[in-house]
C-alpha cells in the first residue's frame, strides 16, 4: 500500500484547501449565526466539478475516486461542518443510489443535475420512530392498478431537502407486510411537503428539515432498483456514506487543532505564549497524534472501497473513531481557548457545537460499534456467532 498521495489527489486537496479559505472561511461565520444555507458557496463547488467527484464522467462527474472524495470533504469540514455534510450528503446519501441502481431513464433524468451540482439530492431514511433501527419504516407505498405508487408517511433529520436547489429525495418506504423499497421522489410532487428547519445544535448553515408524505402519488418510474431490495440497498449506502462521515470528523478535528495550534502561540500569560506550558503541549501533541491515526483509518477505508474488497467494517471504525476524535479534539481546543473560546466570535465555538452530531448521525457509536462486532464474528450479545 503506497501511503503517499497522488499527483492527481494532491491537487484535489489543494483545489479544495484554497476554495475553503477563501470563499467560505470569510462568510462561514456570518451564514452560521443566521443560520442561512450557503447557497453561493454550493454553486462555486459546483463550478469547481466538486458536487459529483466520485461519479462517472459521462453523467457530468469527475470520475474520480473514493479517496478524492474523502479528501474534498475533509477539507471542507477543516473549515466548516456545515458546507462538508451539505456536498457528503448529497453524494454519498442522495446522488449514489440512483447511480448504484437507477434505470437507465432514471439515470438520464436525474444524474446530469446532480453531478453537475444544478441540483441537490436527499436521501429520506430515517424516521420519527426508526432511527438506528431503520429497518422499523412506517412509510408506506401502495401500488396501483396502473403501476404507479402512494406514498404516506413522515421522515426526519433530512438534510438538503428544502433548499432552492434541491431536486429530489430518494425514500425507503414500506411496500409490503415484509418488504422495504426504494423510490424517487422529486421536489414539488403534489403530497409532498418538506417541513420547516430543525432548530440544531449545531451545522445551522446546512438544511436539515422533516419530510411529509400525504397520499403523494409518483409514477412507476420513481422506484429504485427492485421492489423489495431497500434493505440491502440503504445498508449498502450507510456504508459507503460512513467513510465520507470519518473523512468530515477528521477535517473538524484538524480544523480544532489549527485553530488551537494558532491560538496558543499568539495568547501570552505570565509573560509567555501558553504553547510554552507543558499542559498545552501535551493537549496539541495528543491532537497531533490522535488525528494521524484517524487519517489512516479513514484513508484506508476509502483505499479498499476504490479497490472493490470489502470495507463496511473499516468504514465503521473510521467512523466511529474520527466522530469521538472530533468530540474531543473540539473539547481540548476550545480548552485551550479558555473563555474566549465559550464566546461565538471565535470560530472555535461553532466547530464545538458540530462535533456532537458525528456520533449521532449516519449510524450512533452504538451502532458502529455493533457493526465492528459482528464484523468480529461476534453477535450482539458478544458471544461467538
Known amino acids: 500500500m503506497d501511503l503517499d498521495l497522488s499527483d492527481e489527489h494532491v491537487a484535489i486537496r489543494e483545489t479544495v484547501r484554497d476554495f475553503a479559505e477563501r470563499e467560505i472561511a470569510p462568510v462561514i461565520g456570518e451564514l452560521d449565526r443566521e443560520k442561512r444555507f450557503p447557497l453561493d458557496i454550493v454553486r462555486g463547488l459546483a463550478e469547481l466539478g466538486l458536487m459529483g467527484v466520485p461519479f462517472p464522467t459521462e453523467w457530468g462527474g469527475a470520475g474520480a475516486d473514493t479517496l478524492a472524495y474523502a479528501l474534498v470533504v475533509e477539507e471542507l469540514a477543516r473549515i466548516d461542518s456545515s458546507v462538508a455534510i451539505t456536498v457528503a450528503a448529497h453524494t454519498s446519501l442522495g446522488t449514489a443510489p440512483i447511480q448504484l441502481w437507477g434505470t437507465d431513464v432514471q439515470k438520464e433524468r436525474w444524474l446530469p443535475d446532480l453531478c453537475s451540482g444544478r441540483l441537490l439530492a436527499a436521501f429520506g431514511l430515517t424516521e420519527p420512530e426508526a432511527g438506528s433501527d431503520a429497518g422499523a419504516t412506517r412509510t408506506r407505498a401502495v401500488e396501483q392498478p396502473d403501476g404507479a405508487w402512494v406514498v404516506d408517511g413522515e421522515k426526519m433529520f433530512i438534510t438538503n431537502a428544502g433548499t432552492p436547489i434541491s431536486g429530489c429525495v430518494t425514500i425507503t418506504a414500506r411496500t409490503g407486510e415484509d418488504e422495504i423499497s426504494n423510490l424517487i421522489v422529486a421536489n414539488g410532487t403534489e403530497g409532498y411537503t418538506p417541513g420547516e428547519p430543525l432548530r440544531k445544535l449545531g451545522w445551522h448553515a446546512s438544511d436539515t428539515r422533516p419530510l411529509h408524505f ?172
Request: net charge positive.
Open 214 to 385: 400525504a397520499a403523494c402519488r409518483v409514477g412507476a418510474d420513481a422506484l429504485l432498483g427492485p421492489r423489495g431490495a431497500g434493505y440491502r440497498q440503504f445498508l449498502q449506502i450507510l456504508d459507503g456514506g460512513r467513510i465520507s462521515v470519518a473523512a468530515l470528523g477528521l477535517g473538524l478535528a484538524q480544523g480544532a487543532y489549527e485553530q488551537a495550534l494558532r491560538y496558543a502561540g499568539e495568547r501570552r500569560q505570565f509573560g509567555r505564549p501558553i504553547s510554552r506550558f507543558q499542559a498545552t503541549r501535551f493537549k496539541l501533541a495528543d491532537m497531533a497524534v490522535e488525528i494521524a491515526a484517524g487519517r489512516h483509518l479513514t484513508y484506508h477505508a476509502a483505499w479498499l472501497k476504490d479497490r472493490g474488497r470489502p470495507y463496511a467494517q473499516e468504514a465503521a471504525m473510521a467512523k466511529l473513531y474520527t466522530g469521538e476524535l472530533a468530540r474531543r479534539v473540539a473539547n481540548e481546543a476550545l480548552q485551550i481557548h479558555g473563555g474566549y473560546g465559550y464566546i461565538e466570535e471565535f470560530p472555535i465555538a461553532r466547530f464545538y457545537r458540530d462535533a456532537k452530531v458525528l456520533e449521532i448521525g449516519e449510524g450512533t457509536n452504538e451502532i458502529q460499534r455493533l457493526v465492528i462486532a459482528r464484523g468480529l464474528g461476534l453477535d450482539a450479545t458478544g458471544g461467538d456467532r
